[in-house]
Nanobody, 125 residues
Framework: EVQLQASGGGVVQAGGSLRLSCAASGGFTFDDYGIGWFRQAPGKEREGVACISAGENVAHYENSVKGRFALSKNSAKKTVSLQMNNLGVEDTAVYYC?????????????????WGRGTQVTVSS
């Protein structure tokens, strides 16, 4: 079973940085899974932020976070981190990580079968 846990959220001022971590556990081969990061702001739908493919570790980003967010994967620790820089109030949301057992990844939430609990990110002005 695939289990995911997102952590690292908090309150930060606009222009600041946070680093989120997604820790995976369970009886599956971590490197065979694409990992996604999503966020959901109050009253809005869950949207894809970034994802990283299995194998070649190709990362994809939603346009509004390109140049500000960066993914990194540690296969030995079964973690995927999301470094978020130059945060704005519009980045305030609950952030979730997700996984799917395919070699690529997607920013479409319907593509993923496995989800972890979210972590709250609040950016103050």
């Amino acid at each position: 079973e695939v289990q995911l846990q997102a952590s690292g959220g908090g309150v930060v001022q606009a222009g600041g940085s946070l680093r989120l971590s997604c820790a995976a556990s369970g009886g599956f081969t971590f490197d065979d899974y694409g990992i996604g990061w999503f966020r959901q702001a109050p009253g809005k739908e869950r949207e894809g932020v970034a994802c990283i493919s299995a194998g070649e570790n190709v990362a994809h980003y939603e346009n509004s976070v390109k140049g500000r967010f960066a993914l990194s994967k540690n296969s030995a620790k079964k973690t995927v981190s999301l470094q978020m820089n130059n945060l704005g109030v519009e980045d305030t949301a609950v952030y979730y990580c997700s996984a799917q057992g395919f070699s690529n990844c997607s920013l479409d939430r319907d593509w993923y079968d496995y989800w972890g609990r979210g972590t709250q990110v609040t950016v103050s002005s």
